[in-house]
């Protein structure tokens, strides 16, 4: 079995989508750019979404690749291509790093540069606790060794819910929603909150080394 056909038996995934083609640059870039936020990942450009070999012009369709990764990815994105083949037909594999320095963001329909993660096959809008926590990690400060009335409040309401959203959390502590991000924010870079972000939308629970 070659290689493409490997990739292709693995389906969609975190790091993996297939293209039948480009033609919305600013649409593959948000791809690009959620990739790049996430953990790196891989473009089939001439598969269907069914894992179907159809090909492409790889010449034709890196033009489009190279227009999403420098004209529509803020700061500009770094991508390698390679021509892989499936009999007489050829596709077009994408290649992306994860970052280190997040976010990279991408335009969405509007015009407007929003910032994009990978979660299973779906590529979806970072919430702004996401964005604050990269922006924490790089200076990321020690837990302590005890949280005073409101830091409690709100990992006792998190515990108690089993798993929150932020919406439901403001309105079950009452607290200031940006003094609530904030520790939410410090909270998930201590590794004592942890939020899974899903399709259907993004989820706070208490990590377990806070829920004996």
Not at 152 to 165: C, D, F, P, R, V
Not at 168 to 183: P, W
Request: net charge neutral; with cysteine; hydrophobic share 35%.
């Amino acid at each position: 079995m070659n290689i493409l056909k490997s990739y292709i038996r693995e389906g969609e995934h975190q790091t993996q989508d297939f293209k039948f083609r480009v033609d919305d640059a600013k649409k593959i870039a948000r791809t690009l750019a959620a990739f790049a936020n996430t953990d790196g990942g891989r473009l089939l450009i001439g598969v269907k979404d069914n894992g179907k070999v159809v090909g492409v012009n790889p010449e034709e369709e890196f033009h489009v690749i190279q227009g999403a990764a420098t004209l529509y990815c803020k700061p500009e994105l770094d991508v390698k291509t390679q021509i892989m083949q499936d009999e007489h037909k050829l596709v077009l594999e994408v290649t992306v790093a994860e970052v280190e320095n997040k976010p990279i963001k991408a335009l969405d329909d509007n015009g407007n540069w929003k910032t994009y993660v990978r979660r299973e096959d779906h590529t979806l809008l970072a919430s702004k606790i996401l964005i604050g926590v990269w922006k924490k990690m790089r200076n990321k400060t020690s837990t302590p060794q005890t949280f005073d009335k409101d830091e409690q409040l709100i990992l006792n309401t998190i515990k108690e819910a089993g798993s929150i959203t932020l919406s439901k959390l403001y309105r079950s502590t009452q607290l200031k929603k940006s003094y609530i991000d904030k520790l939410l924010i410090l909270f998930i870079t201590w590794e004592v909150v942890q939020m899974k972000i899903t399709p259907s939308g993004t989820f706070f629970s208490v990590g377990e080394e806070i829920e004996e």
